[in-house]
């Protein structure tokens, strides 16, 4: 079977080389680059599964070399950075990241955050209830994994696409905040709100007519999320 294969991306090669030797003990096949240049050549080359990245790095800062990767690249990603603030939190994961681990960080942590992703990315075994459901303007066909709005095809991350299918196949039930943070994300993030809130956002400025009045997919403040079988 083949490897799980993870690029870590950092300047500094005390932390390139601790976190290599955590992941290969781990079980995981590790790639390695010191700059955002060779971490866009090394994803085009070889790849990988999931990329590390972190965020003060020279040439290209891990935001830059986030952006350019998502132009051609839906590869997992995990950015790493030494702030920890909530905007950068924030940018990133507006960015496309799919996860943000504050330094300093266990490895263990890591691990676990990458463990994580694996998961999102296993294909679901549950039961469907709608192979094409048609809400307003939105067509969801989940055989095909499209999504069509006003005809047009809606282009969505991995993580856009298991949250719209997540309240799609809801449509009409309150979800929590906890309820799709654990079925996406898994529960170690169960109370990470401030992510759920940032994907929504993003999901809503592309399959919504105004995002910032949504009808689709609606809050239920300080509980949850629901897609309204309403929304025309």
Excluded at 10 to 27: C, H, P, Q, T, W
Excluded at 53 to 68: C, N, R
Excluded at 182 to 207: A, H
Aim: glycine share 4%.
């Amino acid at each position: 079977m083949k490897q799980f294969r993870v690029l870590v991306v950092d300047d500094e090669s005390r932390i390139v080389n601790f976190l290599s030797s955590k992941l290969r003990a781990s079980g995981y096949e590790v790639l390695t680059a010191s700059n955002g240049v060779e971490a866009l050549e090394q994803v085009q080359a070889e790849e990988p599964d999931l990329v590390v990245l972190d965020v003060l790095m020279p040439k290209k800062d891990g935001f830059e070399t986030l952006k350019e990767l998502r132009t051609f690249s839906p590869v997992p990603t995990i950015i790493l950075s030494a702030k920890g603030t909530n905007a950068d939190k924030v940018k990133g994961l507006s960015l496309g990241a799919d996860d943000y681990l504050a330094k300093p960080f266990s490895p263990d942590e890591l691990v676990a955050r990458i463990e994580a992703v694996r998961r999102r990315r296993a294909p679901s075994e549950k039961r469907k209830t709608h192979e094409r459901l048609s809400l307003g303007k939105v067509t969801i066909d989940f055989r095909r994994r499209l999504v069509l709005m006003k005809g047009q095809e809606v282009r969505l991350t991995r993580i856009e696409w298991l949250l719209l299918s997540e309240l799609a196949q809801n449509a009409g039930k309150l979800m929590l905040y906890s309820e799709l943070l654990t079925r996406i994300w898994g529960p170690e993030y169960r109370d990470d709100v401030q992510i759920l809130r940032t994907w929504i956002s993003r999901l809503r400025e592309k399959i919504e007519s105004e995002p910032d009045s949504p009808r689709l997919i609606r809050t239920v403040p300080k509980t949850g999320y629901i897609m309204d079988l309403q929304s025309t």
